[in-house]
């Protein structure tokens, strides 16, 4: 046996493929989790029809009910602060009396004593920066308070830090100015080129059909040279033709990706600052000066993931239209767009490709197209928050005076639901007055899901998260997951994550009109300290569409899911789901790691990874991957059984020598089979490569033992320490 072993350990490449066969188990029973302090705050400001904000009230005057039911408030206050002594002196009109300041809250809320505000900027033209700048200037100001917390921040291609969050409003202004200063990568629609386009392939189709009936013309009356000629002419509109409609995709191509890549910086940067927010108790706000918020289909998810996650933190979104009065309606590049495609599909030539498809197909993105207005996002984002909409003027510095008067004076409020089960499902939340004729502003509602810690809930993961909270873990379909780490120093990203399940797992629509097939599942883990904190997830929405004729090949592969994560030193738990939207079937594993320090005066050793294929790859494609080895892209395998008939098993191994130490040229394997040692013997280790690290692949027999279990450890000595990884495989008949 040790012979054997000897001589295929040699071995420092090789090509698995080995049969993925794991019986499904039922569905475990559905049970409902019941919250034991679930208490949901609001802040509630209320404003007369002149815009004033309304501070004598009592709880007896709300009415707040949720998904349509009356709630009982049980804690109620309100929150009021003074302006500093030098905003006081410079109003010109009489305040009413300020109420006393409110101290802790009956749900054990801490003081309230501070406010929060970023002040975000968006890309933006130069006229609407300077417009912005001085806006935010204007209100930093005249309207802030002494323990107004303030910080500046700009979305570009990234998020930028351009002030922490500070009292002195000095260093505020200044970073204010930085932010005008500062150049945006420019964004110009090509949507008015793209209908010029269309213009003149219009033109070339009138073309070629006058030079194509010239032709028919010509051939019935004899004149042959007539008819050639304006065949002639006919063929090189029609080539024209080709060449038009080929720019013509190209501009729109670009638009929808260009489009979705500046919606996705803007979403994320705002769901980081918003995020940031969620220990500071009272009413938050983020002041964001754009000039406009598309939302493309692709983004829907991550727009939706900003408007949840403020709702969750009690973040008000105050959205300013830096563009001030706009020459042209806002609304004029949708209607300009939606007319142009029903024009394409009005005019289309029979020849064309779009010929015999519904009338309606080419208007299919109206829902996106009237996302293009540039004010949609930015109201939705602001009323859906308890925010407001600042647009349609060039006194914005004028306007922003309601910002303050919302973050200094409003009502707090709680109540417990009286649906008390974790669902995943959006709650409506709505807050009326029982007299009176007041305008109220608040939060439109949450999701009934647990806290992922410090990290927002996206959007598309609400129902994977209820799932993953249930008692009895679902197991609905095979799915496989486990934890990889790699102590790399000279790596921020040092743990990975890797689920893998059948795709026939999963559900496929087919749509037999459009000849298409449409898929949509999630894949969430979250990572959890030995405290039951979750300190990192990850997670991905697999809303997948292609070719019917597609679809069996598609359904025969196999979901891999990968992630990379942080994590200091420690043991951890993950948890992590499949689940398929359709029809609510998941599948849950859980597993631990243990993350060594990665000090580089210190030897490492990463996870041992047993391989469940290994294909060819350029190494240059994949430079920064774990599982590359030379030109050999390694894919894990994550617990599946051994069939004797693959008779070996490959493994693969890092080590990181510590810094200055002697190098290592030895490494011993042994393989255990409960108490009982089946190999144990030294084997040879290659030189570091020039991050100086070393690699190991190989493989050993597996046709000579017996079905069970067995466990592969590998340890590493460099003279002063030893570490050692070890890791259990199955060997099947």
Do not use: C
């Not at 829907?300 to 709702?311: K, M, P, T």
């Not at 209607?335 to 030539?349: F, M, T």
């Not at 197209?369 to 060039?394: H, V």
């Amino acid at each position: 046996m040790k012979r054997s072993l000897t001589v295929l350990l040699l071995i420092v490449s090789l090509t698995l493929s080995l049969p993925f066969q794991i019986a499904a188990q039922d569905p475990a029973q559905d049970q409902k989790i019941s919250l034991k302090t679930a208490e949901v705050i609001l802040d509630v400001v209320v404003k007369d029809k002149k815009g004033r904000v309304v501070k004598d009230l009592t709880a007896a005057d709300f009415e707040v009910s949720e998904d349509g039911q009356r709630q009982q408030v049980e804690s109620f206050r309100l929150v009021t602060r003074e302006k500093s002594a030098a905003a006081t002196a410079a109003e010109k009109k009489e305040t009413a009396p300020a109420a006393p300041k409110a101290t802790n809250l009956a749900v054990g809320e801490p003081e309230i004593g501070v406010s929060a505000i970023a002040i975000v900027f968006d890309r933006l033209s130069q006229d609407a920066r300077t417009r912005a700048r001085d806006a935010a200037k204007n209100y930093v100001g005249e309207n802030t308070r002494p323990d107004d917390y303030m910080g500046v921040f700009t979305i570009d291609l990234a998020l930028k830090v351009l002030q922490n969050y500070t009292t002195d409003n000095r260093l505020v202004r200044e970073a204010i100015d930085r932010a005008g200063a500062s150049s945006s990568a420019s964004f110009t629609s090509n949507a008015e080129q793209a209908r010029g386009q269309n213009q003149r392939i219009s033109d070339l189709q009138q073309q070629a059909s006058s030079a194509a009936s010239a032709a028919a013309a010509a051939g019935a009356a004899g004149n042959a040279a007539g008819a050639g000629a304006a065949g002639s002419a006919a063929g090189s509109a029609s080539v024209d033709l080709r060449f038009a409609e080929m720019t013509r995709r190209t501009l729109e191509t670009f638009e929808v990706l260009e489009r979705d890549s500046q919606g996705y910086a803007t979403s994320n940067g705002l769901l980081a600052v918003v995020n940031s927010m969620r220990n500071l108790p009272g009413r938050k706000a983020v002041v964001f000066f754009s000039e406009g918020l598309s939302i493309p289909p692709n983004v829907v998810a991550h727009f939706r993931s900003v408007i949840n996650q403020a709702n969750r933190l009690n973040v008000s979104i105050y959205t300013i239209d830096s563009a001030g009065l706009r020459a042209i309606s806002p609304n004029q590049e949708a209607r300009d767009e939606i007319n142009a495609l029903g024009r394409r599909r009005v005019d289309a030539d029979p020849g064309r490709p779009e010929t015999g498809r519904p009338m309606t197909a080419m208007l299919e993105r109206n829902e996106d197209l009237i996302r293009l207005s540039p004010q949609s996002g930015l109201m939705q984002l602001a009323q859906e928050t308890g925010g407001a909409f600042i647009g349609d003027t060039n006194n914005i510095g004028g306007k922003l005076v309601q910002v303050d008067e919302d973050l200094h004076s409003y009502y707090l409020l709680t109540y417990s639901p009286t649906n008390q089960n974790v669902d995943g499902k959006f709650r409506q939340v709505s807050v009326k007055l029982k007299k009176g004729d007041y305008d109220v502003q608040t939060r439109k509602g949450y999701f009934a899901v647990n806290a992922t810690g410090y990290v927002p809930m996206l959007y598309y993961e609400s129902a994977a998260l209820v799932e993953l909270n249930k008692p009895n873990p679902a197991s609905a379909f095979p799915m496989r997951m486990m934890g990889f780490n790699f102590p790399d120093a000279a790596r921020k990203l040092r743990t990975v994550v890797e689920v893998a399940a059948p795709m026939n797992a999963f559900t496929f629509v087919e749509n037999r009109e459009k000849k298409t097939f449409a898929t949509d599942f999630t894949v969430l883990a979250l990572i959890k300290d030995q405290s039951k904190q979750v300190v990192a997830k990850v997670s991905r929405q697999y809303a997948l569409t292609g070719p019917l004729d597609k679809l069996n090949s598609t359904r025969t592969g196999q979901m891999l899911f990968y992630r990379e994560a942080e994590l200091p030193p420690g043991r951890y738990d993950i948890e992590a789901i499949a689940h398929d939207a359709p029809t609510g079937k998941a599948s849950v594993q859980r597993s631990t790691i243990e993350i060594p320090d990665p000090d580089e005066t210190k030897l490492r050793l990463s996870t041992v990874s047993l391989i469940q294929r290994a294909e060819q790859s350029p190494a240059s494609q994949n430079k920064d991957s774990f599982f590359q080895i030379g030109d050999v892209m390694i894919y894990p395998n994550l617990g599946e059984a051994f069939k004797k008939s693959a008779k070996q098993v490959g493994f693969f191994f890092v080590v990181y020598p510590a810094k200055g130490s002697k190098p290592i040229s030895e490494f011993t394997l042994q393989v255990t089979q409960g108490k009982t040692m089946v190999a144990d013997f030294p084997l040879k280790l290659g030189a570091p490569d020039a991050q100086g690290r070393i690699a190991y692949a190989s493989a050993l027999p597996i046709d000579g033992l017996n079905p069970g279990t067995y466990v592969l450890k590998i340890t590493v000595k460099d003279g002063q320490t030893s570490v050692s990884r070890s890791q259990a495989f199955t060997v099947e008949p």
